[in-house]
């Protein structure tokens, strides 16, 4: 059974960082490419970042370049999105999402982990 | 970048037929894909590629995809279909994943 199991959210003051991760099972992570969903309280779906198979390749959402840094560990099947330079607005639930490998879809979601930025 | 549009809610009755559209610039050359979710809940995958079901999502949804408008159908609501649904699909302009503004199922 495919698992995504993401921790590491918390409370933060603007301009902190926090590192986020998502352990996973089931299912051989090295394929796929894999992603961050995030969702602000009481709002819609946003595609955070995504990374290839073997971390060539990352690619981030203009509102977080520079800031977020999304990264893998194969070796211990997990995904780590790590975070900078907070703004309130990056407050959210954060999902870690495996895309699919025959199409540009997810296809397995975690079940998510809050991020609050506030003072 | 490329926008997908959605109607904030749509009401239907049990047993009738809910039609959510999504909206985008010629959507109907890319391949949409379409997500339910429940309150607190995280997102799952109702339909891929226009019209395509993954195992285990009942026959009674379905999708369309030409022109300007993808659309997901919901065929004999049940009060179980009540959530919120969101259409994707993959900007290869950006390399960026895009998601409709999502829309609000209520079953009356």
């Known amino acids: 059974e495919v698992q995504l199991v993401e921790s590491g959210g918390g409370l933060v003051q603007p301009g902190g960082s926090l590192r986020l991760s998502c352990a996973a099972s089931?299912?051989?992570?090295?394929?796929?490419?894999m992603s961050w969903v995030r969702q602000a309280p009481g709002k819609g779906l946003e595609w955070v970042a995504n990374?290839?198979?073997?971390?060539?390749?990352?690619y981030y959402v203009d509102s977080v370049k520079g800031r977020f840094t999304i990264s893998r560990d194969n070796a211990k099947n997990s995904l780590y999105l790590q975070m900078n330079s907070l703004r309130a607005e990056d407050t959210a639930v954060y999902y870690c999402?495996?895309?699919?490998?025959?199409?540009?879809?997810?296809?397995?979601w975690g079940q998510g982990t809050l991020v609050t930025v506030s003072s | 970048s490329y926008v997908l549009t959605q109607p904030p809610s749509v009401s239907v009755a049990p047993g009738q037929t809910a039609r959510i559209t999504c909206g985008g610039n010629?959507?109907?050359?890319?391949?949409v894909h379409w997500y339910q979710q429940k309150p607190g809940q995280a997102p799952v995958l109702v339909v891929y590629?226009?019209?395509d079901r993954p195992s285990g999502i009942p026959e009674r949804f379905s999708g369309s995809n030409s022109g300007n408008t993808a659309t997901l159908t919901i065929s004999r609501v049940e009060a179980g279909d009540e959530a919120d649904y969101y259409c994707?699909?993959?900007?290869?302009?950006?390399?960026?994943?895009?998601f409709g503004t999502g829309t609000k199922v209520t079953v009356l």
């Open positions: 999402a495996r895309e699919s490998s025959v199409g540009d879809y997810f296809d397995y």
């Open positions: 089931g299912f051989t992570f090295s394929s796929y490419w």
């Open positions: 990374i290839k198979q073997d971390g060539s390749e990352k």
């Open positions: 010629n959507i109907g050359s890319k391949s």
């Open positions: 590629d226009d019209s």
């Open positions: 994707q699909v993959w900007d290869s302009s950006s390399d960026h994943y895009v």
